[in-house]
């Protein structure tokens, strides 16, 4: 089945403490993007990865990192999380390179920083 | 960089009325253009989407319609049923520096009573 995995879904945890939001995709997409979700802002694009080993920033960029090592997995890392990161996470994929294409989203992570 | 105007935040609409959310633009050179429907704890979920070089796009119930000139497109709902409700994001992507990236709308809270 095609699918965009992340973990862990429900996360709470306390400033400082680093932590990583894992995704994974298996329909060998070569774009791939992480948003955050908040009540009345609508989704707001973090980061993006156009391939292996390209990655760019998205609108809300600061404390968060990427990497992309290979096609399949993106995890997303917060070095020192602070309770404005507290916010649902989706991973995103899809087929073309632009992003111009049908775009499937993970699950969410609900994340909460103390 | 695009910015995407999303009205109304909020519709409420009795089960059989239409629905239409209009969103607009500001990049020009976007040419992607697709809706986005997420019910109450779920991810994102692409219901329809309109390239630039079209005008209307329909699917059974939902449409899309895309002015460039004026830079807006809209999702118009017919025969709405309770189903229907839930939150709508309209999103655009287009070049930027070579690269595309997709800008969200804030959302629109759909109501359909029956």
């Known amino acids: 089945e095609a699918q965009v995995t992340q973990n862990p879904r429900y996360l709470i945890t306390v400033t400082g403490k680093k932590l990583t939001v894992t995704c994974s995709q298996n329909m060998n997409h070569e774009y791939m993007s992480w948003y955050r979700q908040d009540p009345g802002l609508g989704l707001r694009q973090i980061y993006y990865?156009?391939?292996?080993?390209?990655?760019d920033k998205g609108d809300v960029p600061e404390g968060y990192k990427v990497s992309r090592k290979e096609k399949r997995n993106f995890p997303l890392i917060l070095e020192s999380p602070s309770p404005n990161q507290t916010s649902l996470y989706f991973c995103a994929s899809t087929r073309l390179a632009g992003g111009t294409d049908t775009q499937y989203f993970g699950p969410g992570t609900r994340l909460t920083v103390l | 960089g695009e910015n995407v105007e999303q009205h109304p935040s909020t519709l409420s609409v009795q089960e059989g009325d239409s629905a239409v959310i209009k969103c607009t633009y500001s990049d020009s050179a976007s040419n992607y253009f697709p809706w986005y429907k997420q019910e109450l704890g779920k991810r994102p979920q692409l219901i329809i989407d309109i390239r630039s070089n079209v005008g209307e796009k329909k699917d059974q119930r939902i449409a899309v319609t895309l002015n460039k000139t004026a830079k807006h497109f809209s999702l118009h709902i017919t025969e709405t049923q309770p189903e229907d409700s839930a939150v709508y994001f309209c999103?655009?992507?287009?070049?930027?520096?070579?690269?595309?990236?997709?800008?969200f709308g804030k959302g629109t809270m759909l109501l359909v009573s029956p």
């Open positions: 999103a655009a992507s287009g070049p930027l520096s070579g690269y595309s990236t997709l800008t």
């Open positions: 990865s156009m391939n292996v080993e390209v990655t």
